[in-house]
Every structure is written in C-alpha cells, then in structure tokens.
C-alpha cells in the first residue's frame, strides 16, 4: 500500500480553514487507471459497494468515492445490488484526517455550492483567449493538469445566481454546482493541478458568467455569440503568468514526473 502523502492531507486541510468543503475523488496510477479501485483487487468497481461500471479515460481522477459506513447502503431497485451514496463535502479537520489516511494519495474536490465559488474552466487556448477577450478580472486561477489551455479561474458567486453546471466537452466548463479538482491533485496525464495566481481574495464574476448561468437556467442562453475561432484575438505572451507561458509555448509539457515528453 502507498505511504501516506501529507501534501494532499495538509492541502485539504489548509482548504478547509478556508471555508471550502472538500471531499475526497478518485486518483490515477502510473498506469492510467483508477487508484481507488485498485483497493478492490479483481473487483472491477471502486471498493465499499460503488455498484456503477469501471470507468475509464477522463472520469479517472476524478469521480467521487463511496461512503464507508454500513448504515449507508441501500439497494438498486432494479439491480438489487447494494448502493453507497458519495461522500459528502466537508469542512471537518477530523472527518477529512479520516479519508486521507484512509486513502492518502486521494485527490482533492471543491464544493462549489458551499463554498460561494463559479469556476469558469476553458479546455483550450482558443477558449481561454476568448474568456480573457470578454473580460477576466484577476482572481484565483489555477492550471489543470489537462494540458495547454485548461485553466481555472475561481469567482464569488453573486446573490441570486442560479447553481447549475454549463459543460461543454472540448470548449468549456462554467459551474456553479457540482465540483472542482484542487491542487495539488494528480490529473491522468501525469501532471498535478497547480496554482497560478494564488490570491487570497476571489474576485467577483463578471458580469457575463454570471448572465450565461441566469440564461442557461431558464433555457435561453443568448450571451455566447457566433464566434470564429480563426478570428480570436492574438494571445498576448508578455500579459501571461510565467507557468501559463510555459504551457502555451510547449516548455512545460516536458516535466512529466515519468520523464516523457508529450
């Protein structure tokens, strides 16, 4: 079994003074799979009775583990077979001591619910300079082990906003609902999540986040206009953080901790 690695319990620690609540999500091996479900050897599933399909690709490192405690199972009504709820988010020092010893090499998540925070996530260079065109206040931004491009940017999130999650594969993620990767966790590229721009304080969302969220609760979502990739503003290297700089120009892609180059 791996040796405890403080980094990620001190990590989640330090989130939940914060006031963040964070829960525990799966981690990927060296060899791409799911760590958590490596506990359960032969199984095929995560451990603790996750009665859902071995996952694959992108779900790996990310998917939330299951409860542990007996009194939690409950049984499919069609399968029958018995059911653990997620774990819940926490801001307990105790309980989340609890998991990473349990699992210390468990990634991190954030409750974007209870902590107040929209994540707008861009998943490529294209996307991101169309994002900072429209307007990105400096705030708490974080680079996603994802690659080139995939940037975390957190915001308050106003009063009144809907919680809801607006992802589309390939171009973005824009959340007010569900969960966030947290530094320093472990992407199924190898690569750690990391900070860029470490703020203590989150700036508001702009205006237009804000509005996409409204827009796609009610079903009328008019803010992203028609817009040509090709005709993207040209990325300005000299305005980038010195990690994101290395990112888009290729630097960074080598210091895989396997020591391949992408």
Known sequence: RPKASPAMLQEALKYAERGWPVH???????????????????????PEGDTKVP??????????IARHDKG?????????EDIRPQVKPTTDPVKIAE????????????????????????????????FISWGL?????AQSGGGEGHIHYYFQRPPGTPILRINKSGEYDIQSGGYAI??????LSGRRYTWLLPLEDIAP????????????????????????PKNAPPIDFNNLAEETRLWFTGERSILRPDGQVD
């Open 137 to 141: 206040p400096p705030t708490l931004t």
């Open 24 to 46: 525990m999500v799966c981690w990927p091996t060296v060899d791409k799979a799911c760590g958590y479900a490596a506990n359960a050897p032969g199984s095929g599933r995560h």
């Open 72 to 80: 939690d199972v409950t049984k499919d009504p069609i399968t029958g």
């Open 55 to 64: 996952h694959t690709g992108h779900q790996v490192g990310k998917r939330p």
């Open 205 to 228: 969302a702009p205006e237009w986040v804000n509005q996409m969220l409204i827009e796609a609760a009610t079903g009328n979502q008019k803010t992203l206009p028609d817009w040509d």
């Open 182 to 187: 947290l530094p320093p966790s472990l992407h």
């Open 99 to 130: 998991r990473w010893e349990k699992f210390p090499l468990g990634n991190i998540a954030l409750d974007l619910e209870g902590a107040g925070i929209i994540l707008v996530a861009p998943d490529s260079p294209k996307w991101n300079q169309q």
